[in-house]
């Protein structure tokens, strides 16, 4: 993979839950689908999930790698720019590094959701490639809609 230092990123562990935790709040309430402590320290210790961090603990972004046995694909689990640092570009280099991730475990398949309100993310998501094709209601809480995203290279 790309030395991802040179993007100002950096492969994250279970060390960094207390970053991430803050990072986390600062960016989702509940009804965003904030991750609590628990899911949190699970996932940082899941080996098949990719995490990144940007050096200076302000970008994060998750990546699983699922298997129903047959076939294998990716979760887009979260994708955070701390409020400070928007429109920078941050969100496009996560999202990069986490396609180079994908390419790197040749995986093709690429899932996520997102509030329907989200609209920046949506564009985001819409720019790199994935689709939107579901409605997912009350997916985040009671009249918190969502929408099922899927990327495929194939
Ligand atoms: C979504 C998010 C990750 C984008 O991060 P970012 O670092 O601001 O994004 P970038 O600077 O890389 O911009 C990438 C694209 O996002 C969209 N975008 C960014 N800021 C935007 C804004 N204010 N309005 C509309 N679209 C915007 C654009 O499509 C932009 O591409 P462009 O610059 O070519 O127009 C960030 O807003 C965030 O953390 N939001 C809260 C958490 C969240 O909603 N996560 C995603 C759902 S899980």
Avoid at 25 to 36: I, L, P, V
Avoid at 45 to 56: E, I, Q, T, Y
Avoid at 101 to 128: F, H, P
């Amino acid at each position: 993979m790309t030395d991802l230092c040179v993007t100002g990123l950096r492969r994250a562990g279970p060390a960094d839950l207390d970053i991430i935790a803050a990072l986390e709040s600062a960016c989702f309430g509940t009804a965003d689908g904030a991750f609590t402590r628990h899911q949190l320290r699970a996932l940082l210790n899941n080996p098949n999930a990719f995490w990144l961090l940007s050096l200076d603990g302000r970008a994060v972004g998750c990546w699983l790698k699922v298997s129903n046995g047959r076939a294998r694909w990716a979760r887009l689990y979260s994708l955070a720019v701390h409020p400070d640092l928007r429109g920078q570009g941050w969100g496009k280099r996560l999202m990069e590094a986490g396609f180079a991730w994908m390419q790197e475990e040749q995986i093709t398949v690429c899932r996520a959701e997102v509030k329907v309100k989200n609209l920046t993310a949506r564009r985001l998501y819409a720019d790199y490639g994935f689709r939107e094709t579901g409605h997912l209601p009350g997916y985040y809480a009671p009249g918190v809609d969502g929408i099922r995203l899927m990327y495929n290279t194939v």
